[in-house]
């Protein structure tokens, strides 16, 4: 698999701006937020008097306006120095939110979005909120969403911007799930994402973020299911693309009949994918030709380190697998793990950074919640291992795996886990905040043990003694890298790292693993303070 992909330099030479001045806000966020200008710049001759002035844009990819009462206004479909008209639809105290009607002076970053269903139309695709925006500049909305974050939620300011790694901006999507809708009144059946801001499916017949091959069955998909009996009952095709085979895994609701069966058989033969079924919840998927789905399994390859990742259609893998390679080479090298070095992988779902990890330290060790993963995580290692060997690589560094709630941490627990000079934390929209208060807690427990003052009372302290007695001998890693999809939750638990757990924030930057969406994925490192 090939592409053009940003991957170095791996840091921008600049220094860190001034957050509340440059950072984007939020409908969550109050209207007195300090970061919209007072003065605006002179009003344009041709622009009215009720047209706003957008100077900012929100973590949606909103334009934000300052109106002459005070209020905030989230404007849609607006960008950064336009002057534009609203109509107004929600109105809150501190707030408005509305769509733009007519712009009076566009924004030099304006383009005409690359999707034909893209837009504020009736019937508009959802998918991608801000194909109007040039990619470029999406990306340095993103980067400024996440310095605002760790510094308003996080009072934390990395020490250097990581440049942000970016690769293709169309056909890159190759996990995505399909609404499926039989409309009566149309005569068809549609199948893609939800209109904007409605629960419709959108009548789209092409989607540019799709893999080209996807894309195009599209149609012959709509044709396949209206022809088939149980066009009522499939309200949804999920898609999983490996890097040589394309799943679609059907959710029908009713057993199908004999004919629908061969209508699916024949599609798969014309168009070369395979069909799994789900007739009940995710457990119940399954290939419906299982000497197919035998022959040719899903996988994808991380060819910088010799690893393939075979993968089950509802496995949780990355959306964008360009994205994903240059991702787990920046981790592991900003992680710099070392061959006498034992590592622990936090959340480490299938595999996708343990067993590049494994070709790197001395032990490592994955940690995730779900004990169906953990077995389909040891699974990948036995068959990497099996692979490496005949093809006369390296092996890999014994690797253990270990199933457990990661939302329930404690510091008792992490010490039983052993010491680790390198940690990689990659957790869901969640984040991790159990891990990062544990690892703050063992901080403070330490820190009492020295003789240290810490600011926690009588009953806390006499728990931070025992926790240091529990943690005799243990040390905490040296270095962490944190991969995140959500940057509220990553700025929350890089103030609990930097400001209670004894870490410096070196390094922060954005992965534009969802290009025209307003999602922002980034990664940070910590370092730790040296106490001696």
């Not at 250097?160 to 169309?170: E, K, N, S």
């Not at 931070?464 to 270095?479: F, I, S």
Request: aromatic fraction near 6%; proline fraction near 7%; charge should be neutral.
């Amino acid at each position: 698999m090939s592409a053009t992909m940003t991957s170095a330099p791996e840091s921008a030479s600049r220094s860190a701006p001034d957050a509340a001045a440059s950072a984007p806000l939020s409908t969550e966020q109050t209207a007195d937020a300090p970061t919209l200008p007072v003065d605006l710049p002179p009003r344009p001759a041709n622009v009215p008097e009720s047209a706003l002035y957008i100077a900012s844009l929100d973590i949606e990819g909103k334009g934000i306006a300052r109106k002459p009462d005070g209020k905030v206004a989230f404007v849609d479909g607006a960008l950064i120095t336009e002057w534009v008209e609203a109509n107004i639809h929600r109105k809150k105290n501190a707030w408005e939110a509305g769509t733009v009607t007519t712009v009076y002076r566009e924004s030099a970053q304006r383009v005409t979005p690359g999707c034909p269903h893209a837009g504020l139309h009736a019937g508009a695709c959802g998918g991608c909120k801000v194909q109007h925006l040039e990619a470029r500049a999406q990306v340095a909305v993103k980067q400024r969403v996440l310095e605002d974050n760790l510094w308003h939620l996080g009072k934390v300011k990395a020490e250097r911007v990581l440049a942000p790694i970016q690769g293709p901006t169309w056909g890159y999507r190759f996990r995505a799930r399909l609404s499926v809708r039989h409309v009566h009144k149309k005569g068809e059946v549609l199948i893609g994402f939800h209109e904007r801001k409605s629960r419709y499916v959108a009548d789209i017949r092409t989607c540019k973020v799709l893999p080209p091959h996807v894309s195009a069955l599209l149609l012959p998909l709509r044709a396949l299911i209206f022809g088939m009996e149980a066009r009522e009952t499939c309200p949804q095709i999920e898609l999983a693309c490996g890097d040589e085979v394309t799943v679609l895994v059907l959710r029908h609701l009713e057993p199908l009949s004999p004919a629908d069966q061969e209508r699916l058989r024949a599609f798969a033969a014309e168009h070369g994918v395979q069909w799994w079924l789900q007739p009940k919840g995710p457990n119940t998927v399954h290939p419906m030709d299982e000497a197919a789905a035998a022959a040719q399994p899903l996988s994808y390859a991380l060819p910088e380190f010799g690893i393939r990742m075979p993968f089950k259609p509802t496995d949780f893998t990355q959306v964008n697998p360009f994205i994903n390679q240059v991702l787990v080479g920046r981790a592991l090298r900003l992680l710099d793990v070392q061959r006498d070095e034992r590592v622990i992988d936090w959340f480490c779902g299938l595999g996708n950074f343990t067993l590049p990890l494994a070709t790197q330290g001395r032990e490592v060790l994955g940690i995730e919640g779900s004990d169906a993963l953990v077995e389909r995580a040891k699974a990948n290692w036995a068959h990497n291992s099996a692979a490496r060997d005949t093809q006369g690589l390296g092996a890999l560094a014994p690797t253990g795996f270990l199933a457990r709630n990661l939302f329930e941490m404690t510091g008792e627990r992490i010490v039983a886990d052993g010491v680790a000079g390198k940690w990689l934390v990659d957790p869901p929209r969640e984040g991790a905040f159990a891990l990062a208060k544990a690892l703050a807690d063992l901080h403070q427990a330490q820190r009492l043990a020295r003789g240290e003052a810490v600011d926690a009372d009588a009953d806390e302290q006499a728990e931070l003694h025992r926790l240091a007695q529990a943690a005799q001998g243990w040390q905490p890693p040296r270095r962490i890298v944190y991969v995140s999809c959500n940057p509220a939750t990553l700025a929350r638990d890089a103030g609990l790292l930097v400001h209670r757990a004894g870490y410096r924030c070196t390094a922060a930057g954005v992965v534009n693993m969802f290009p025209h969406t307003a999602h922002v994925e980034s990664m940070a490192v910590f370092e730790r303070i040296k106490t001696d």
